[in-house]
């Protein structure tokens, strides 16, 4: 599976948009783009995954280069319990969903 | 509350006992995933089951480590002859088909005295 690389850590504004940005430079045509978030002490949890094109949900948006060599996660109205840990993580389609979290971005999000 | 669940949250054992940990899928899912997170570092996967197959091992860390899950549906993660190396948070996830998310427990954390 391809690596990715994200900054450790990030502030973010509470009300604001959060732009977490992830690189993946060797994703292959059939890898997807997962990203779990960890609060503390708390199991990781889903937010979103995509493959070529954008994405949106309750929780975030996904953007996707057009290359796909790198990605944004966007959390658009963050609030306190938006602080946590944020892994991209790239992965092959119907292959063992193991997923290979590298150490992620603290986002911490201020009053 | 209709998540995974695993239980004990945590375990205190002396070094050289045995330890099982288990794990309840969301009911629907097919798919298992045992996972091992150290302080401060990113989950590690260990092993994964679809139903009741286990379809990878190698990642389990020694052969003191091993997973079953009988019926397909609940799974428990054996340590023997713990370490202390073996301190950390045992996770467990499900998911249901290939190209979704995995939904993750609260884990188990263990520590080895």
């Known amino acids: 599976d391809a690596k990715t690389t994200q900054p450790p850590s990030m502030d973010c504004a509470e009300g604001r948009a959060a732009n977490l940005p992830c690189n993946h430079s060797?994703?292959?045509?059939?890898?997807?783009v997962y990203w779990y978030r960890q609060i503390h002490s708390q199991g990781p949890q889903y937010i979103i995954h995509?493959?070529?094109n954008n994405e949106t949900n309750e929780m975030a948006s996904l953007i996707i280069t057009e290359d796909r060599k790198s990605s944004t996660l966007i959390l658009p109205h963050a609030t306190l319990r938006d602080t946590a840990v944020y892994y991209c993580?790239?992965?092959?389609?119907?292959?063992?969903?193991?997923?290979?979290f590298g150490s992620g971005t603290q986002l911490t999000v201020l009053p | 509350d209709t998540g995974v669940s695993q239980d004990p949250r945590h375990k205190i054992t002396k070094r050289g006992q045995n330890v099982t940990f288990r794990c309840d899928p969301i009911?629907?899912?097919?798919?298992l995933y045992w996972y091992r997170q150290t302080l401060g570092q990113g989950p590690e996967f260990l092993t994964y089951?679809?139903?009741?197959?286990?379809?990878?091992k190698s990642r389990l860390l020694s052969d003191r480590f091993s997973a079953e899950r009988p019926k397909g549906s609940f799974s428990t993660l054996e340590i023997q002859r713990t370490e202390q190396g073996d301190s950390a948070m045992y996770l467990c996830?499900?998911?249901?088909?290939?190209?979704?998310?995995?939904?993750f427990g609260q884990g188990t954390r263990l520590t080895v005295v």
């Open positions: 996830a499900s998911s249901f088909g290939s190209d979704r998310g995995a939904f």
């Open positions: 060797t994703i292959s045509g059939n890898e997807y």
């Open positions: 995509g493959l070529k």
């Open positions: 993580i790239v992965g092959r389609s119907g292959s063992a969903r193991q997923l290979t």
């Open positions: 009911s629907e899912h097919n798919r």
């Open positions: 089951f679809q139903n009741e197959a286990q379809l990878e």
